[in-house]
């Protein structure tokens, strides 16, 4: 009786799967120019890339760990050092979040499972 209960359990398991909520980060470079350094910040942690050509992406999955602000840091050809405020992320925010560089500045384009009102 024990092991059929075990394998219920188990079947129920997989059936529903396993799921740790992520955001899929895109940082798209539209500034005509490579960008030396860049730094997104977010509750807990941050990542980032050494240098992003101009027209490039660079793509990363993050788990948010607490909830507040997020900011991009980043660092021109120039070497301008510039910042730009993004959204705030709740604990367990799932979705994507595209940021995009450009001349005039950082969008950040979120879809609205990522994003929470502050």
């Known amino acids: 009786m024990r092991s059929l209960s075990a394998i219920v359990?188990?079947?129920s398991l997989a059936?529903?799967?396993c799921h740790s909520p992520?955001?899929?980060a895109t940082i798209s470079n539209h500034t005509g120019q490579p960008i030396d350094l860049i730094e997104v910040d977010y509750p807990s942690a941050s990542?980032?890339?050494q240098n992003l050509a101009t027209g490039a992406n660079f793509h990363y999955r993050f788990k948010v760990l607490g909830s507040g602000a997020s900011k991009l840091l980043y660092t021109d050809s120039a070497h301008k050092d510039h910042k730009?405020?993004?959204p705030f992320l709740k604990e367990g925010a799932e979705g994507s979040l595209m940021i995009m560089i450009?001349?005039?500045g950082v969008t950040?384009?979120?879809d609205s499972t990522v994003v929470t009102a502050k």
Do not use: M, N, S
């Open 108 to 110: 950040w384009q979120p």
């Open 9 to 11: 359990f188990l079947t």
């Open 102 to 104: 450009t001349p005039t």
């Open 47 to 49: 990542f980032g890339t």
């Open 84 to 86: 730009a405020d993004g």
């Open 15 to 17: 059936a529903t799967g």
């Open 22 to 24: 992520y955001v899929e």
